[in-house]
């Protein structure tokens, strides 16, 4: 999968920024020197008791929170869609048949292309009313074409089938579904989320079997292929950029992206050998600073980092510089302008190293 790589010029200076994860500090705490369906149980009790927000709403939805998860990080204009890999306007949206499609795509846009709310574990396999708490988790939620997210259904992931003829780079047959390869991943720990997320509530259990054709029971298939899938395609910078904008909103996050070696230690070769994430941390998802929460809605931002910095730079979207001022020791928290809008913010430590992130106002 491509890295999410954040490349600006300001002057003469160019920054290019992953943006890393920060795990915050005693978040899994529970979940230390755990295994097997114990680990898992602990898992699920960090992870349950999110936000809710609603599907529709005229107050901020999950319409409103995809156009930020997934927004395209070479077209803030536009967001990627799961299955065609296609970049599209956020607001070219499934608004019904009677809506006018013709004002995007260059006057070709179409009912069928419009992009709509996926549901990666079908919400027919469990929890098929809104006010289901899983029905509008966004952590398995995902910008789709309409007609291929149609085409996808309630069907299980499984490898075979035959190319989609839209998303070409897919396969299906009569009872599963195989994504392209460059989502692969991200489909595997949506689903490892949903199982530990709503195990036991009081509503469902979702659990992961190991076949396809599980119809509407809820249940998914299929379980050794998603693990597959998780070891071969590794969490990429889109996926935790992802995963920490979902923590600004809902509170909770994706244990299978923050540690994907989770899963070998409640499904795998590891069961029975207690984990522990001082011996599961990748060194390049820790040790970047991070900034959150991203989008912010009044411009207040946090830093969570290890590292102390010495000065801050606000810079518009075109690289202007707003304004400069020095960062005193361990401070975490900063003001960007309450206006409406993008900004790059360049954090210099004391050995003069810079770094740079993009942030979004956003005050809906």
């Known amino acids: 999968m491509n890295n999410f790589l954040i490349s600006i010029s300001i002057g003469f200076l160019t920054f290019s920024q992953f943006v890393w994860a920060q795990i915050p500090s005693g978040y899994y705490n529970n979940a230390e020197n755990t295994t097997g369906a114990q680990l898992k149980t602990a898992l699920n009790s960090i992870i349950q008791g999110h936000t809710v927000y609603p599907y ?41 048949s009677n809506f006018d499609y013709s004002q995007f795509d260059d006057g070709n846009g179409t009912y069928g292309n419009s992009w709509n709310r996926e549901h990666v574990w079908a919400k027919s396999h469990g ?32 490898n ?14 009569t009872d599963s579904w195989e994504p392209r390869d460059a989502v692969k991943g991200d489909i595997a720990r949506m689903m490892l989320y949903m ?22 029971e809820p249940i998914f298939g299929k379980l050794s292929t998603l693990l597959a899938w998780h070891s071969a395609d590794p969490v990429d910078d889109f996926e935790r950029n992802r995963n920490e904008v979902i923590y600004g909103y809902q509170g909770n996050r994706n244990p299978f992206i923050d540690y ?94 810079q770094v740079a992130y993009k942030v979004v106002v956003d005050q809906k």
């Open 56 to 96: 529709s709403a005229s107050s901020t939805d999950v319409w409103d929170i995809l156009r930020d998860t997934d927004e395209d990080p070479n077209n803030s204009n536009n967001v990627l869609l799961l299955y065609t890999g296609r970049s599209q306007n956020k607001y070219y949206v499934d608004a019904g």
């Open 160 to 173: 075979g089938g035959s190319p989609h003829n839209e998303a070409t780079l897919c396969k299906t047959d």
């Open 260 to 353: 994907p070696n989770l899963a070998e230690h409640i499904w795998g070769t590891q069961q029975g050998t207690p984990w522990n994430s001082s011996l599961s941390l990748n060194s390049n998802t820790t040790l970047k600073p991070f900034l959150f929460p991203n989008p912010s809605k009044n411009g207040l931002i946090y830093i969570n980092s290890s590292s102390s910095f010495s000065k801050v730079r606000i810079a518009s979207i075109s690289g202007k510089i707003l304004s400069e001022q020095p960062l005193k020791i361990n401070q975490k928290k900063l003001h960007l302008p309450e206006k409406l809008g993008v900004y790059f913010v360049i954090l210099t430590d004391v050995y003069q190293n």
């Open 127 to 158: 929890f098929p009313d809104e006010e289901d708490h899983a029905y509008t988790d966004v952590h398995h939620l995902r910008p789709t074409d309409r007609s291929v997210n149609s085409s996808r259904g309630n069907k299980d992931f499984d």
């Open 195 to 216: 199982v530990v997320r709503y195990e036991n509530t009081s509503e469902y259990d979702l659990e992961l079997v190991d076949y396809t054709g599980t119809n509407s």
